[in-house]
């Protein structure tokens, strides 16, 4: 099992900043894939933003350039998902991700709020 907790949401004024962190822990070997979802009310879930293992990442278009993933360098399996120039769209429940051999699993989810 892995257990994925995220943290760092919260309100925000449009334009501004937020960085969200995920730690993984658990049965941590073999996770192949980290990433950032979110679901805004009324909508689907939709990929955010990914890193594999090896380090690619990829982006939702609507938050390339203002969004960046990464991994911590000291442990692995801790991700954070820096958003710059907020959005009021980009207002959501922004969830944790991560695949290990077939298998997904999903944190709780973090609330963002974009408003002035």
């Known amino acids: 099992q892995v257990q994925l907790v995220e943290s760092g949401g919260g309100l925000v004024q449009p334009g501004g900043s937020l960085r969200l962190s995920c730690a993984a822990s658990?049965?941590?070997?073999?996770?192949?894939?980290m990433a950032w979802y979110r679901q805004a009310p009324g909508k689907e879930r939709e990929l955010v933003a990914g890193i594999t293992g090896g380090g690619d990442t990829n982006y939702a278009d609507s938050v390339k350039g203002r969004f960046s993933i990464s991994r911590d360098n000291a442990n692995k399996n801790t991700i954070y998902l820096r958003m710059n120039s907020l959005k009021p769209e980009d207002t959501a429940v922004y969830y944790c991700?991560?695949?290990?051999?077939?298998?997904?699993?999903w944190g709780t989810g973090t609330p963002v709020t974009v408003s002035s």
């Open positions: 991700y991560a695949s290990r051999g077939g298998v997904e699993y």
């Open positions: 658990g049965i941590l070997f073999s996770i192949n894939f």
